[in-house]
């Protein structure tokens, strides 16, 4: 079974910085691809960052410069490290997988970012 746990949401102001941790089980974690994705209200889900088992990483457009993510193969968990924070990324963040054909989420942790 898989399970993705995310952690490290929270109240910050703009230009602060917060840093997202997601443990996952239930999978090979080295050679699963890891991703975050974000909600905001009224708005459909998007993606913020990838990481592949090899370590390639993609960032959208919004974030690129401000996030990183990382992965820690021994521990089973993946991070984003956000920094410069604005109000317009205050959402839920969720952590992604898959395994197979099939995705898996993370319950999500709520961001928020005060001007």
């Known amino acids: 079974q898989v399970q993705l746990v995310e952690s490290g949401g929270g109240l910050v102001q703009a230009g602060g910085s917060l840093r997202l941790s997601c443990a996952a089980s239930?999978?090979?974690?080295?050679?699963?691809?890891m991703g975050w994705y974000r909600q905001a209200p009224g708005k459909q889900r998007e993606l913020v960052a990838t990481?592949?088992?090899?370590?390639?990483?993609y960032y959208a457009d919004s974030v690129k410069g401000r996030f990183t993510i990382s992965r820690d193969n021994a521990k089973n968990t993946v991070s984003l490290q956000m920094n410069s924070l604005k109000p317009e990324d205050t959402a839920v963040y969720y952590c992604?997988?898959?395994?197979?054909?099939?995705?898996?989420w993370g319950q999500g942790t709520q961001v928020t970012v005060s001007s």
């Open positions: 992604h997988t898959l395994r197979g054909s099939s995705d898996y």
């Open positions: 239930g999978i090979i974690f080295s050679n699963n691809p």
């Open positions: 990481i592949t088992g090899g370590r390639s990483t």
